[in-house]
């Protein structure tokens, strides 16, 4: 077996294959993957493309919106700084107990100069978030969907992918005030996995019994920032601080155990693959997000989440490529998740 893995007999569950946090080989395979030039440029790319689309927007609102008086939910909004302070916030929850979260005076310095897990939970925040009130992608879709508002699709954005989620998720983009309605719908469309595979290979792991997982500072790959140490340093999470080397963050792999009998947990115990949460589901959401640009790239985007999630201890490497199934990203056969990660990374360099 490639990975160092623990095989654990949980009485009626069966035998579950856990990863044992800071395996070395997955972690120094995550170092490289972080480290790889190529994607770096690539997310410094993405980055810059969602700015513009800030941007944008927040010109939109500033010189469009305030005369329009079905736009009651911005608020006042009296120039062009106000409006793009107000999107930029939608980039971060400031909370301590999610894994690359940073303050709001933060999040444009991510954009520009963020690590590959900080930005990532930006983008989340951008545009799968349906927390974040009237988050990036719903406005994007609302006010590019609307004859009478005068928002150019920004370019890019692949306008054809855009027009078939407005269409497929069936949005209403005639009022302002179905904005919040379309998020909902938008939520359901880019949302969790098809079935019930998901829900039935886990259950929540017992409060009492998650700090016993607790991923340690010294085993997040990418190392945190200044700027994630200083919400975890002035901020009061969920999770009391113990001053044990463990972050606050409440991972994958706290919050939830394998179901051993499930088809999930049997095949990948066939495949002798590690588990931790179950096939990611926040693989599958952002990858329908950014589908709409026109840079997506898959194999680069499947790289990038195992760094975002697999580095912060909430999946394995087998769940985030399960989680891409529907994308079309499977397991290269004869290899496992872990030589087939490796094989992508090869690729692109």
């Known amino acids: 077996m490639c990975l160092a893995s623990i095989l654990c007999w949980h009485g009626k569950r069966g035998f579950i294959l856990l ?8 972690m120094c395979l995550i170092e490289r993957i972080n480290g790889n030039v190529i994607l770096q440029s690539y997310m410094q790319e993405v980055s810059a493309e969602i700015f513009d689309i800030l941007q ?11 005369v329009d008086k079905s736009a009651d939910y911005h608020g006042i909004l009296r120039d062009y700084e106000d409006c793009m302070s107000l999107l930029l916030r939608l980039g971060t929850t400031q909370r301590s107990i999610d894994s690359g979260s940073i303050f709001q005076e933060s999040v444009a310095e991510v954009l520009v100069m963020g690590n590959l897990r900080e930005r990532c939970t930006v983008f989340w925040n951008f545009f799968v978030n349906s927390s974040q009130r009237y988050n990036i992608f719903a406005q994007l879709l609302h006010y590019t969907g609307n ?11 692949h306008v054809e992918r855009l027009e078939q989620i407005r269409n497929s998720a069936v949005l209403d983009c005639t009022h302002s005030s179905t904005m919040a309605r379309n998020l909902s719908v938008l939520r359901r469309y880019i949302g969790a996995l098809p079935g019930k595979a998901h829900e ?5 792991r017992r409060e009492e019994l998650q700090e016993k997982y607790a991923l340690r500072l010294d085993s997040i790959v990418p190392r945190l920032s200044k700027r994630e140490l200083y919400l ?12 044990d080397g463990t972050c606050q963050w409440k991972t994958g792999h706290m919050a939830w155990e394998m179901q051993g009998g499930s088809e999930f947990a049997q095949e990948a115990q066939k495949r002798q693959e590690s588990t931790l ?5 926040h693989t599958h959401r952002l990858l329908n997000a950014m589908k709409i640009f026109n840079s997506f790239d898959l194999e680069k985007w499947i790289l990038i989440c195992v760094v975002w999630l697999v580095g912060s201890d909430h999946h394995s490497i087998y769940e985030v490529i399960a989680g891409a199934h529907l994308h ?22």
Do not use: W
């Open 19 to 26: 990863k044992m946090n800071g395996d070395r080989e997955v």
């Open 56 to 66: 944008r927007l927040a010109m939109y609102q500033a010189v469009c919106l305030p």
């Open 147 to 157: 004859s009478h508002h005068c928002f150019t699709t920004p370019p890019c954005v």
């Open 200 to 204: 039935e290979c886990r259950f929540p």
């Open 232 to 243: 975890q340093a002035t901020t009061c999470g969920a999770r009391p601080k113990h001053g």
């Open 277 to 281: 949460a179950g096939p990611s589901g």
């Open 328 to 349: 079309g990203m499977h397991v290269y056969a004869p290899m496992n998740s872990v030589q087939t990660v490796e094989h992508m990374l090869q690729k692109i360099s």
